[in-house]
């Protein structure tokens, strides 16, 4: 009796761990296809933006899959003395484009909102604003 109670605790462990590698490798591999905080960047025309001065916002994506998909991006522009502002980003080969006043200096907090079909991304960079 006692030696069959052991082996289905045995037999329910391995199938256990059989399950989770299964999900750790699935999951890895959904993981190379998902886009990465690295693989995006922000820049701005002029660099560095001037307060009062039309900015040119830019994110750029290093990821070949979702550089060449066709998504609905906004910035979501922060700063502690203002109220945000989330303004849409038109496409630009590879990259997302809006234009945007900084209304006065300081350091902004941008969250680059991406869609793509039933995928959303957010990314949060620091900007500089003179």
Known sequence: ???????????GAIAMLAGLL??????GAGREQTLKFSEVSLSSEPSPPAAG????????????????????????????????????AV????????SYTFPSAGEYTITIHFNFEDEHFAFTKQLQVK
Do not use: W
């Not at 979702?66 to 910035?75: H, I, K, M, P």
């Not at 496409?91 to 809006?98: A, C, F, R, T």
């Open 53 to 88: 001065q039309e900015t040119k916002l830019i994110a750029a994506i290093e990821n070949a899959k979702y550089a060449a998909l066709e998504g609905e991006v906004q910035f979501q522009i922060n700063a502690k003395t203002e109220l945000p502002s989330l303004i849409d």
């Open 1 to 11: 009796m006692h030696r069959f109670r052991h082996a289905k605790r045995t037999l």
């Open 91 to 98: 496409s630009n080969g590879g990259s997302y484009v809006s």
């Open 22 to 27: 299964l999900l750790a490798a699935c999951g």
